[in-house]
């Protein structure tokens, strides 16, 4: 534990985690934009009817166990130990541990997806037993389209252990860029594929399986030009591999807690009206956005800076990279939500409203949602950024201990909030987004707690002055984005409803254009500046 004294800003700054964030924000960004395309595409074909809540049911399963090895427990126990390889032992060494761990790692997840592809009706009865007990045909088309998409689970976990070793390297827009290439090819299921078969969803389904075979073989030529793709082969008593495996034990909970959270609020929604799947899930698109484009960014970006740190030993730089972490998160966190408070029914009607199969009734209902999930994103955003404080110093019994505490206090506000015991209503879709949004501040309200108790994070001076700096420009911003949103009608539900989709457009990006001129704009009167963007510097060697 390091010794709590009081911590000083380092006067060396460094851009390179800056510019390495701006670097996977803009091709996360350019993914998340087609991303949105691809949410508009659906709402086109497919709307919230049934087979819609089917479709975002099989998505989301593997998608799911996607975030728990690919991006979760897996990604977090790999990158550390990798640091430790590259900092300590030779390039050959290197590619040694890369081939072992490939090569064990891929046996486990084609065992495992096969085994999930025979046991399908049993874990299609697991995830939606309602399903199961009263409705056959969304239940059969559940097993078929799971069969359909679970197998992208290997290809895209592979994907996620490339872009971990290009990102151990400061490649960071390879593996940034690549989640376009799912956008693009679901787009293009959706506009050529469906129109050819007799249920137009399950073109979405094969959609998903091409999209992780082509992101996996676009990384292997990078990884080659680093000189680090070796033939896979498995290995189990190699003792990196052996390492990563106790290290992934215990993070498989800690790090996926939110995913748990919301597969276990797509679980309870197929016991509530039909649509509430869909109405979950765009949105969630909607939070996902920034959460993806600037946290998950920076996570990406800080983990193995901080793991260089931690074996470099250079503390108060470990420190210092964290306390800019959440900075950045507070700059960001706060206006998105603000905005899409009061923005968030015009922004999915703008995005997904279609009289033919999104109603005006669907609209209203995902607003709901949409607000309840945007509520939590300073919790969301701040997770992803404390993590890896533990994760980089192969910590992770905490996050465990924690993940854990925010999964049971989750489950008890569903039940609280949507079983009508507790209240003399219930909340319905929207109680099981305002838990998560709950549990989420509970999670990084003890993970934030844990970094200070055991001393690896020491706040720098100033955060009274950086608070009132915020809180000032927010409140400008709130009344601007009044203003504008009544001068150009998205207050106005029925003309907004009955615009056209350019019309809507136009008028709501010149809204958010405008609201963060104001709020960059106030920032910078009340005295923040360039510098107060730049991370200390690393401190250690990034060859």
Not at 60 to 74: S, V, Y
Not at 257 to 282: C, E, H, K, M, R
Not at 488 to 496: A, D, S, V
């Amino acid at each position: 534990m390091m010794e709590k004294q009081k911590t000083k800003p380092s006067n060396k700054r460094d851009t390179g985690l800056l510019r390495s964030s701006f670097v996977v924000s803009f091709f996360t960004g350019l993914s998340r934009v087609a991303g949105l395309v691809r949410d508009v595409v659906f709402a086109r074909l497919i709307g919230a009817d049934a087979l819609a809540d089917v479709f975002f049911v099989a998505f989301k399963i593997p998608n799911f166990f996607r975030r728990i090895f690919a991006e979760g427990a897996f990604s977090q126990a790999f990158v550390p130990v990798l640091g430790e390889y590259r900092e300590g032992k030779s390039k050959n060494a290197v590619k040694n541990f890369i081939s072992k761990v490939s090569g064990t790692f891929g046996f486990t997840l084609a065992f495992f997806g096969l085994f999930f592809i025979l046991a399908v009706p049993f874990f299609s009865a697991l995830f939606a037993p309602t399903w199961y007990l009263n409705d056959p045909e969304k239940f059969d088309a559940l097993k078929g389209m799971l069969q359909i998409t679970f197998p992208y689970l290997i290809f895209i976990s592979m994907t996620g252990l490339a872009g971990a070793v290009l990102q151990s390297y400061d490649r960071f827009a390879v593996p940034a860029a690549t989640p376009i290439i799912l956008n693009i090819t679901l787009i293009l299921a959706a506009i050529f594929l469906a129109p050819m078969l007799e249920y137009p969803v399950f073109a979405l389904a094969w959609g998903v399986l091409i999209a992780g075979i082509v992101q996996f073989c676009f990384q292997l030529p990078f990884i080659y030009r680093i000189g680090l793709l070796t033939p896979p082969s498995i290995d189990w008593r190699d003792p990196g591999v052996t390492k990563i495996l106790k290290l992934m034990a215990p993070a498989i909970f800690g790090v996926s807690v939110s995913q748990i959270n919301l597969l276990l609020d797509t679980i309870l929604a197929t016991f509530l009206p039909t649509g509430s799947v869909s109405w979950l899930y765009y949105s969630d698109r909607i939070t996902e956005l920034p959460l993806g484009i600037f946290a998950i960014a920076i996570a990406v970006v800080i983990l193995p800076n901080l793991s260089r740190m931690h074996a470099a030993k250079s503390i108060e730089n470990f420190s210092e990279t964290l306390d800019w972490g959440i900075k950045m998160i507070f700059y960001i966190a706060l206006p998105s939500t603000i905005a899409i408070l009061i923005l968030s029914e015009p922004i999915l009607v703008a995005l997904f409203f279609y009289g033919d199969v999104m109603t005006a009734m669907d609209m209203k209902m995902a607003s709901f949602s949409l607000s309840a999930y945007a509520l939590g994103l300073t919790g969301f955003m701040l997770i992803k950024v404390l993590a890896p404080g533990f994760f980089a110093r192969q910590d992770m019994i905490t996050p465990v201990r924690v993940g854990i505490i925010a999964m049971i206090a989750n489950m008890v506000f569903n039940l609280a909030l949507v079983i009508p015991l507790f209240f003399f209503f219930n909340l319905g879709h929207v109680g099981l987004a305002l838990a998560t949004s709950i549990s989420s501040f509970l999670n990084a309200g003890l993970l934030l707690y844990y970094s200070l108790k055991k001393g690896f994070y020491i706040p720098l001076p100033g955060w009274a002055r950086f608070f009132l700096r915020i809180s000032v420009s927010l409140l400008i911003m709130v009344f601007v984005l009044g203003w504008i949103s009544e001068s150009l009608g998205l207050n106005n539900r029925e003309f907004w409803l009955n615009s056209d989709f350019w019309n809507r457009g136009s008028r709501l990006i010149v809204v958010c254009v405008v609201g963060m001129c104001v709020y960059i704009l106030s920032l910078f009167f009340f005295g923040v500046r360039k510098a107060d963007f730049i991370a200390p510097s690393k401190g250690v060697s990034s060859d």
